[in-house]
């Protein structure tokens, strides 16, 4: 069953959130709830596959926030995250019983009745994979020696790996150091910004490797510490933004000229930013104008393809590149008039194919279109893959 069918079916059951949930302080309220309505999704295959996008919906929030709260009932283990294939999150109920296997004093290990072992070993059976093992309601969790021989056979030339090595390696060279860097606990890091803050592979590294180049910078986070970088991760995403590439310097057209005389009359601009808003028009312009180029071409040659009418779509709206433009320029003027003390530098917000506002733009078109944000990649590949007239 596809997960839009799954998600958008009334469930015919109730939300159960069990009284130690209810009554833990550590949980927030919102996260709670969350739980509940995990325990519902869950009642399809005894696991749900909700993404952080879908439950921020349905709580009317952000999904940063929904990670938040899948990491703090995670952390006190009452729900389980997986990854299939790398790519895919399984989100399984766990709920533990602290009488069950707790030490008593001495540091010896209660011993279980009988009909206990029993019962705990039908439900191991009952819920066990080749990766790990869920257990019902009146059975214990994983111990930490399971935990970590799973963690240990892990692949060390996984690609998480491969960078929190090249990222340690730097750290230890430019700053003098007496504490070890672990590669695992960054790689760990690494691993838990894309599963639970939904943040892929190809962002995670345009972000390290960014931060690399520009460590020494005046204004760059420093984080010289797995948990620091994590709590740091947007604000370098941020400063890596208000960088941006270097402008090159272009010819100005008519249809540039002619924006960038409405874009200074009819909106305000922070005087430091003038000098660079004639460039940025201009490159954002011609930009443009090769996305539609490329479009065009590639609806001649595959009238047959499944992508087709998606790409006729994208060709409506993008179809006059002044217009489309201008109101790229009005939306940035919006958003950094609101600013404070903004240093005025355009080239984060150049409109071109890996701009992270035009991803957002691309998928919220894609989703309006046929449900399916992703479709934008799939489409980009298959637009660069052509050869060029």
């Given at each position: 069953?596809?997960?839009?069918n799954v998600l958008n079916q009334e469930p015919n059951f109730y939300a159960v959130i069990p009284y130690n949930i209810l009554t833990n302080e550590q949980i927030i309220p919102q996260a709670r709830l969350l739980y509940g309505l995990l325990s519902s999704l869950c ?238 028009i201009q490159i954002s312009y011609n930009n443009l104008k090769v996305f539609v180029r490329k479009n065009n071409n590639w609806l001649e040659k595959n009238k047959k393809h499944k992508y087709f009418y998606y790409s006729q779509h994208l060709q409506y709206i993008f ?71």
């Open positions: 069953m596809k997960e839009e009642k399809y295959k005894g696991y749900c596959w909700a993404s952080n996008k879908f439950l921020a919906e349905k709580f009317k929030t952000h999904k940063r926030t929904v990670g938040t709260w899948l990491n703090l009932l995670e952390k006190n283990h009452y729900i389980s995250i997986d990854m299939v294939d790398n790519y895919k999150r399984k989100i399984f109920i766990v709920l533990a019983q602290k009488t069950i296997g707790e030490k008593c004093k001495g540091g010896r290990q209660k011993e279980q009745a009988p009909h206990r072992r029993k019962h705990q070993q039908n439900n191991i059976s009952k819920y066990k994979d080749n990766r790990t093992i869920r257990v019902s309601q009146k059975t214990v969790t994983p111990s930490k020696c399971s935990k970590g021989i799973l963690k240990g056979l892990k692949d060390k030339n996984t690609p998480d790996h491969k960078l929190a090595a090249k990222l340690c390696n730097y750290i230890l060279k430019t700053k003098k150091t007496t504490h070890p860097l672990k590669i695992s606990a960054w790689t760990t890091v690494f691993r838990d910004l894309k599963n639970k803050q939904d943040i892929d592979h190809k962002r995670l590294k345009t972000v390290i490797l960014w931060y690399i180049n520009h460590f020494n910078d005046k204004y760059t986070p420093k984080a010289y510490s797995a948990k620091t970088f994590r709590e740091k991760f947007y604000n370098i995403e941020d400063a890596m933004l208000r960088v941006g590439p270097d402008l090159k310097p272009v010819d100005m057209t008519p249809e540039g000229t002619d924006l960038t005389k409405e874009m200074i009359d009819q909106y305000n601009w922070p005087k430091n930013s003038q000098k660079q808003l004639s460039q940025a179809n006059m590149p002044k217009h489309y433009t201008r109101l790229w320029f009005m939306e940035v003027n919006y958003k950094v008039s609101r600013w404070k003390n903004w240093n005025g530098d355009l080239k984060p917000y150049i409109l071109a194919e890996d701009n992270p506002m035009f991803i957002e733009k691309c998928h919220e078109i894609s989703a309006e279109y046929c449900g399916n944000a992703d479709r934008w990649e799939k489409f980009l590949e298959l637009l660069n893959s052509q050869k060029s007239p």
